[in-house]
């Protein structure tokens, strides 16, 4: 039945893996656009094992449960299951579901992301921030110069101006109050 759902969702590379054993290898190699999971009702240790899963091969995974309650429910999304579906398998619902997990997946991909590039970004301010610091107490100037400082030089220099301020934060580091 999950085959026959399958190919009328218009999916025609489909893999059934029943073996549980060697799982994450097996799918490594197969490297599948989206993982299915049909379960009747999800343990623990497959759902920890979705986790893996999900960490490894970074797709999508749908799951089909026929019962559930509110732990696994929890333990499915902090395991990255892209759609968690209670009521068991019917063929009608495989396309759909389907492709609401891929979309959820690149949703959460992107949220993941923006949030990295929001961190990366916010220690790139501390870094200068603390460079701008550095570069006031040695040379007794305001905020502006000292910006404007580092700027200049990551301008000279070809360098990325956080670059810079890194720098200039391990050569302190290495060289200590010299006055």
């Given amino acids: 039945m999950i085959a026959e759902g399958l190919r009328e969702a218009g999916l025609t590379d489909v893999h059934l893996l029943v073996e549980r054993t060697g799982l994450v290898a097996r799918l490594t190699s197969l490297a599948p656009d989206v993982i299915l999971i049909n379960l009747e009702n999800p343990r623990r240790d497959m759902l920890e094992e979705s986790f893996t899963l999900s960490r490894a091969l970074s797709r999508p995974i749908a799951m089909f449960v026929d ?4 732990r696994a429910i929890s333990e499915a ?8 579906v209670v009521d068991g398998m019917r063929k009608e619902r495989i396309k759909p579901i389907l492709e609401l997990a891929v979309r959820r997946f690149h949703a959460f991909a992107r949220l993941q992301g923006e949030l990295a590039e929001a961190k ?3 220690a790139e301010r501390k ?6 610091m550095l570069l006031m107490k040695r040379r007794k100037i305001d905020e502006a110069t000292a910006y404007a400082l580092l700027r200049k030089q990551a301008m000279d220099s070809g360098r990325r101006i956080a670059d810079v301020a890194e720098a200039l934060i391990s050569v302190e580091a290495l060289l200590g109050d010299q006055t």
Avoid at 67 to 70: L, N
Avoid at 127 to 132: E, P, S
């Fill in 67 to 70: 019962q559930t309650d509110e």
């Fill in 77 to 84: 999304v902090d395991a990255g299951i892209s759609a968690y």
């Fill in 120 to 122: 990366s970004a916010l």
């Fill in 127 to 132: 870094t200068v921030d603390k460079a701008k």
